[in-house]
């Protein structure tokens, strides 16, 4: 007898067993089984435009580096020199013994790239949204989101004990029909700046005027649009030159910033106060000093090299101008998160399988990361790609959308 049978036959003396949906979970097995899985694929080589898979070269279309930073000589030297002086761990939170003379410095220096008073660094920006909505928002509180929201900011809300009200993507209308139902409620807004699946940029110019009239605060998880969007890649508040009118701006370290981790960036006292609130950020070790160098010379780098943005903006043109030449539907994105709509989720897996035989690996979002029918294959591009690669990625799509009669 196998162990699982063994397991099996114990449970089996129990009227309900917890672990029962994970047997009939079958849905992955059965897509692995048809060879269409996308996911979990192993890369064995650095996060570059160029990867390999399999020991074969394949071009990367499904990863948020979009400044190219990841495999930078000078970022990487940056932290081995890190690992040499404070080893590879802090072994506590920031709160008690994790706090290293490179955090404090660091916050520092975020604050200073997105112009405000102070900043404070988590260890992934899934905890920092966790930790600054559910110590912020309290109860006879109310928190307002867009449906399209990224899922650590919901999750966020969950811990939280305020009210959560959901508006409909992007649509400032229905902000405003449900911030009249709150007007002597305390409130805050959070969105996306750039919105991850679908690419497109929050309204903020509308969003800032119906906070400012209905006295609501507003986050922005600016995820996908530091380094992307604005003059000097501070985001999506410099893109519509609303910096001062944005009161909390949250980051990741995990896309442009070539890292893991993630922070928080707002006034002083909202800083001070989430410090000594935020469960995810008291009760979790603190980033590793690797990691914190990294982010350090990668901003760095977004300053003194500007044409990094630039060429980005440049691949992103030519690959949003591409797809829609070939017919394909790209939504509403204007970033260079560009989706292509596939709709019927087993198509988005085919066409996943079709396009990594061709040697181009792109990202599959079904239902729940995207409404149910909407199947898309998540594209996104880097400021190093080159113009061959996106040609090749051009050609792996116009023969495969034709295969599959999507155009
Ligand atoms: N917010 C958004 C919009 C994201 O896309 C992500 C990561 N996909 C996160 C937060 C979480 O960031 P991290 O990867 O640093 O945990």
């Given at each position: 007898m196998d162990r699982r049978m063994v397991q099996n036959t114990q449970v089996?003396?129990?009227?309900?067993?917890?672990f029962e949906k994970c047997q009939k979970f079958t849905a992955a097995r059965e897509a692995i089984a048809?060879?269409?899985?996308?996911?979990?694929?192993v890369i064995e080589s650095a996060q570059e435009p160029e990867v390999i898979v399999d020991g074969r070269k394949m071009i990367m279309i499904g990863s948020n580096n979009y400044l190219g930073l990841t495999n930078h000589p000078r970022v990487k030297e940056a932290a081995i020199n890190a690992i040499k002086k404070y080893g590879t761990g802090c072994a506590g939170s920031r709160f008690l013994s994790g706090t290293l003379d490179t955090h404090v410095e660091l916050e520092r220096k975020l604050a200073r790239f997105m112009r405000k008073e102070a900043a404070l660094v988590f260890s992934t920006g899934f905890q920092t949204n966790l930790g600054v909505i559910s110590s912020l928002v309290g109860k006879n509180e109310v928190v307002l989101i867009d449906k399209m929201d990224h899922a650590s900011i919901i999750d966020g809300c969950r811990l939280s004990f305020g009210e959560i009200k959901k508006f409909k993507h992007n649509d400032m209308d229905?902000?405003?029909r449900l911030l009249s139902h709150y007007e002597d409620k305390a409130k805050m807004?959070?969105?996306?700046?750039?919105?991850?699946?679908?690419?497109?940029?929050?309204?903020?110019?509308k969003l800032v005027k119906l906070a400012k009239e209905y006295g609501a605060r507003i986050m922005v998880d600016d995820a996908h649009g530091i380094?992307?969007?604005?003059?000097?890649?501070?985001?999506t508040a410099e893109y519509f030159d609303l910096e001062d009118e944005v009161d909390l701006i949250m980051g990741t370290y995990s896309k442009s910033l070539a890292s893991i981790g993630g922070f928080i960036s707002g006034p002083e006292e909202v800083i001070h106060y989430i410090k000594h609130f935020a469960r995810s950020f008291i009760f979790s070790a603190s980033p590793p000093p690797a990691s914190i160098a990294s982010v350090?010379?990668?901003i760095d780098i977004i300053e003194e090299e500007p044409e990094r943005i630039e060429k980005l903006w440049h691949n992103t043109r030519k690959m949003l101008n591409g797809f829609k030449a070939l017919g394909f539907d790209t939504g509403t994105s204007e970033t260079p998160i560009i989706p292509v709509i596939v709709g019927d989720d087993m198509k988005a897996f085919r066409m996943a399988?079709?396009?990594?035989?061709k040697g181009v690996f792109a990202n599959v979002a079904v239902s729940p990361a995207v409404p149910a029918g909407s199947a898309l294959m998540r594209t996104s591009y880097m400021a190093t790609h080159t113009e061959e690669q996106l040609d090749r990625v051009l050609e792996a799509f116009e023969e495969v959308g034709k295969e599959l009669g999507i155009i």
């Open positions: 089996d003396l129990k009227k309900e067993d917890l048809a060879g269409v899985y996308p996911y979990f694929r229905d902000l405003e807004i959070i969105v996306d700046g750039v919105f991850s699946m679908e690419g497109d940029i929050v309204d903020l110019p380094g992307v969007l604005g003059k000097t890649g501070r985001g350090s010379a990668a399988r079709m396009l990594h035989d």
